[in-house]
């Protein structure tokens, strides 16, 4: 995977937050924040043209006893619809309170949900680098 940018995704009900990879897939920068809507697919597929990506990390939302939660359902839906495209490698990564982190770490504004995503990029990116180790 290296040489590549990936998108990683924060799948929340009403917002989406969006973090994109350095080639070198050692940093994640928050870029956006989406609104989740009828046109959610679409944004995020130009974002990948704009940006070349061909693989993405959606983040695994799960509760404290680190079970899919309410959201997930909603999340696999979408998660569905991207595999569909057959453009993107899609990959799930476990997150469990990734805005909380993120909001401790920057405070509560705009790009809280980029931000949470970015966290679980980074901790999708640490882990691939350990399997290479």
Known sequence: MKGKKLLGIDFGSK???????????????????????????EKI??????????EIVVGESLNYKREPNVIMSKAN????NLKK??????????EFLTSQEARRIQGENELLDASAAALILKSFMEKQKQKVE
Do not use: H, W
């Open 85 to 94: 495209q057959k453009k993107y490698k899609v990959y799930l990564e476990e």
């Open 45 to 54: 597929e130009k974002i990948c043209g704009d940006e070349s990506i061909e």
């Open 15 to 41: 917002r989406v937050g969006i973090a994109i990879s350095n080639e070198e897939q050692t940093m994640a920068f928050p870029r956006y924040v989406l609104q989740n809507d009828n046109m959610l697919l």
């Open 77 to 80: 839906y979408f998660i569905e």
